[in-house]
Each structure stands twice: as structure tokens, then as C-alpha cells.
């Protein structure tokens, strides 16, 4: 079993910064992507950030040039840095990863339980 544990939510004020994390635990022989989604009210889930095994980075437009995701193989987790926060950044922020328990087996999907991110004054 393989369990993903989000932290680093919170409330910031506009222009401010968070860190989020996502750490994987359980049967894992290796992770391949893991991306960051988030959901606001009223809006469908949007993916925001995709790293890969390899170290492929993408980004949606709307956090281009002020998110960074990474990660730490070694700890098998996951990292979002967000800065230069606004108000529309408000909403549930949702770590994904395809993880792989044993050199046998296929890559499975795995979710976080969700982080609530509130930027306001």
C-alpha cells in the first residue's frame, strides 16, 4: 500500500509564499511523475505542475514563472514551492503520483488527501 501525505497549507497574505509537500510512503520501488493539481470553488481541477522521474518539468500557465516543483527521490517526496501568491491562487491543492511498489509491477495512481492554500489579506 502506498499512502500520500500532503502538508504546508495554510493562509498567506498576496505576494507571500508557501511550501508544500507530498511525502510518499508504504511498498514503493520507484515514483514516476508526480504533479500538483488544485481545485478552487466553483472551478474543475486543474493540473498546475508535473515533475518526472527523469526531471522533466512542466507548468501551467498560470503559475509559470512564480511555482517550482522538485522533488527528493531519496525521501520519496515531493515539493511545490509557491511564491508571489494572489488571491486566485486560493484552493485545494492535491498531490499526484504514479508509483511503482516492486520491480514487477505497473505504475499506479495515488492521491493526496488535499491541502486547503488561502491567499488573502
Known amino acids: 500500500q502506498v499512502q500520500l501525505v500532503e502538508s504546508g497549507g495554510g493562509l498567506v497574505q498576496p505576494g507571500g509564499s508557501l511550501r508544500l509537500s507530498c511525502a510518499a510512503s508504504g511498498s514503493i520501488f520507484s515514483i514516476n511523475t508526480m504533479d500538483w493539481y488544485r481545485q478552487a470553488p466553483g472551478k474543475q481541477r486543474e493540473l498546475i505542475a508535473a515533475i518526472t522521474g527523469g526531471g522533466s518539468i512542466g507548468y501551467a500557465d498560470s503559475v509559470k514563472g512564480r511555482f517550482a516543483i522538485s522533488r527528493d527521490n531519496a525521501k520519496n517526496t515531493g515539493y511545490l514551492q509557491m511564491n508571489s501568491l494572489k488571491p486566485e491562487d486560493t484552493a485545494v491543492y492535491y498531490c499526484?503520483?504514479?508509483?511503482?511498489?516492486?520491480?514487477?509491477?505497473?505504475?499506479?495512481?495515488?492521491w493526496g488527501q488535499g491541502t486547503q492554500v488561502t491567499v488573502s489579506s
Open positions: 499526484h503520483a504514479e508509483v511503482k511498489a516492486n520491480s514487477r509491477s505497473g505504475y499506479r495512481d495515488y
